[in-house]
């Protein structure tokens, strides 16, 4: 899609209702469901986290989105795909300012050039006990990205058409940290497969977007 029209466009997701929990259980595996569903996953003072799901026009003006690979360390979201972002920290006033200050050290990007459109819904992460609160932003005047090589393997610039389009919707067979060898939605966007709280979020924004572009 032109950029032009999707900025356009784009702001009307801010005063339709969210759908939550239904659009992130669509992306998450059978046993997660059940043990939400069953009480057994219950929060315990979690870490708060803050994510960015940047959109931006590339080269020839067509909307794509950032997405980055963690590079490998040990923890549970070792070498996985995900939205820009991190943990809340001491200095920052709210959770946005955690998105916006992380996604300038991961991707380079200046909060100041960020036009946050809205907040989604969180979504605990049991295995790490993070609750992460995502927003959607536009880049409209994009700079080169800075990566930051400590953490940031690479990055993953996503066509907005493939974002919306079904056809990227899998699932594949991994083992987690909570189980092995489990089927797990996914989408796949040439070969990378976003999973996860990841992809619960994607969907989210996916199905508030439908309603808009």
Known sequence: MDFKKFSEQIPKIKNLPLPGRDAHYKMAPEIRIRELEDGKIVKKNPKKA??????YPDQTYRTNLLL?????????????????????????????????????????VRPEKVQVIRSMSEVFIPPSNFEVQPYVGIYANPAPFKVQQEEVEHLIEVPLHMVMDNTYLTSQILSTSYA??????????????????TAMMLNEMRELMKQVL
Do not use: C
């Open 50 to 55: 803050g994510v960015m799901a940047l959109f």
């Open 68 to 108: 980055i690979m963690r590079r490998p360390y040990q923890g549970v979201h070792s070498s996985q795909v995900a939205f820009p972002g991190g943990k809340k920290e001491k200095g920052d006033a709210t959770i946005l300012h955690t998105a916006l200050r992380e996604t300038y050290e991961e991707v380079g």
């Open 180 to 197: 092995s060898e489990i089927e797990v939605p996914a989408f796949n966007f040439n070969g990378f497969t976003v999973w996860g709280a």
